[in-house]
């Protein structure tokens, strides 16, 4: 079966440090792959998304970045973090040609200080 | 383009009372459904979906939803809430073709009164 795997669950950083989260799928190849954000109020919102290795697709302008180096792992960075990064992000797959639902994983519980 | 419209932010109800939350979507296509659930601090699951066929969906823990094309509609609905029922639940909807984008409603928290 399909597992997604994201860490760490928490991490409390200070502004103007960099970021790294990391997401990685078991159990399938060639899947679809999502940065979601969700703060505060304010939902879902598609931050990154890629449908192969080094293709990514970005939603928003922000000083957030995505990296797809191998098939299964996805990487979510950023060189500056600032207060408005803090939020609870979420990586996704899906199968590529598939009938459309997203599987999450548990999250990433990220304040900036 | 899709858009979803989750009405309210949060909805409480009885234990052991109905529950429904309603999901109204916007689609230029045949879309495709789906309600997921979020317990605090946890990533979003897959409730149940929509994609073609008979148009009321059951999913896990006895929820279901139906189909209303003519009401653009996708409501949701339990006939006997839990205490473990209290979540955030989200609709989206995407368009009926492979590789398209999920839209996803702002959610709803639902809250179960002992």
């Known amino acids: 079966s399909q597992t997604i795997h994201q860490w760490p669950a928490t991490l409390v950083q200070p502004v103007g440090s960099p970021l790294s989260l990391e997401c990685t799928v078991e159990?399938?190849?060639?899947?679809?792959l999502y940065w979601y954000r969700q703060a505060a109020g304010r939902g879902l919102q598609l931050l990154f998304y890629s449908v192969g290795i080094g293709q990514i697709s970005s939603e928003v302008p922000q000083n957030l970045s995505a990296s797809r180096p191998q098939d299964r792992q996805f990487i979510l960075s950023s060189k500056k973090l600032l207060l408005s990064d803090s939020g609870f992000y979420l990586c996704?797959?899906?199968?590529?040609?598939?009938?459309?639902?997203?599987?999450f994983g548990e999250g990433s519980r990220l304040t900036v200080l | 383009a899709q858009s979803v419209t989750q009405l309210g932010s949060h909805v409480s109800v009885s234990e052991g009372a109905l529950v429904l939350l309603r999901c109204n979507y916007s689609?230029?296509?045949?879309?495709?459904l789906f309600w997921y659930v979020q317990y605090p601090n946890q990533g979003l699951q897959l409730l149940l979906k929509y994609t073609t066929g008979a148009t009321l969906v059951k999913g896990i823990n006895g929820f279901e939803a139906e189909f209303k094309k003519s009401e653009t509609s996708f409501h949701l609905t339990k006939p006997s809430a839990h205490m473990s029922d209290a979540a955030e639940y989200f609709c989206a909807v995407s368009p009926a073709r492979a590789n398209s984008k999920l839209t996803f409603g702002k959610g709803i928290t639902l809250s179960v009164r002992p």
């Open positions: 159990g399938t190849s060639n899947p679809n």
């Open positions: 996704a797959w899906r199968s590529a040609g598939g009938t459309g639902e997203l599987f």
């Open positions: 689609s230029s296509v045949p879309p495709y």
